[in-house]
Nanobody
Framework: VQLQASGGGLVQTGGSLRLSCAASGRAFSTYDMGWFRQAPGKEREFVAAITKSGGSTYYARSMKGRFAISRDNAKNTVYLQMNSLRPEDTAVYYC???????????????????WGTGTQVTVSS
């Protein structure tokens, strides 16, 4: 599976962005999908994940209520709607794919089967 993230950009504090991650191949619906982010000088951290069917989601505590993950299996795409953005949300955002939901529940980047290209999100104060 090849993943291509897009939708990043520059936004003011309190603004919104929607990231997309398009997957190639016909196996998209067999993967749980997630988003991670990495700020300069920091480790990559978990943001959110969604199960194969889209029936369940999981969020990092600091993002819950502000971010929403969704997917469209017909379009082979997973989304991350980000609202009420803060300067500390500035990072490169990456999508990831993994067939074992338990790996996403661990909320660490280790063990992801596939990574997408990153997309830069910058939130100005």
């Amino acid at each position: 599976v090849q993943l291509q993230a897009s939708g990043g950009g520059l936004v003011q504090t309190g603004g919104s962005l929607r990231l997309s991650c398009a997957a190639s191949g016909r196996a998209f619906s067999t993967y749980d999908m997630g988003w991670f982010r990495q700020a300069p000088g920091k480790e990559r951290e978990f943001v959110a994940a969604i199960t194969k069917s889209g029936g369940s989601t999981y969020y990092a505590r600091s993002m819950k209520g502000r971010f929403a993950i969704s997917r469209d299996n017909a379009k082979n795409t997973v989304y991350l709607q980000m609202n009420s953005l803060r300067p500390e949300d500035t990072a490169v955002y990456y999508c990831a794919a993994q067939r074992d939901w338990g790996v996403f529940r661990g909320a660490v980047p280790t063990g992801m089967e596939f990574w997408g290209t990153g997309t830069q999100v910058t939130v100005s104060s």
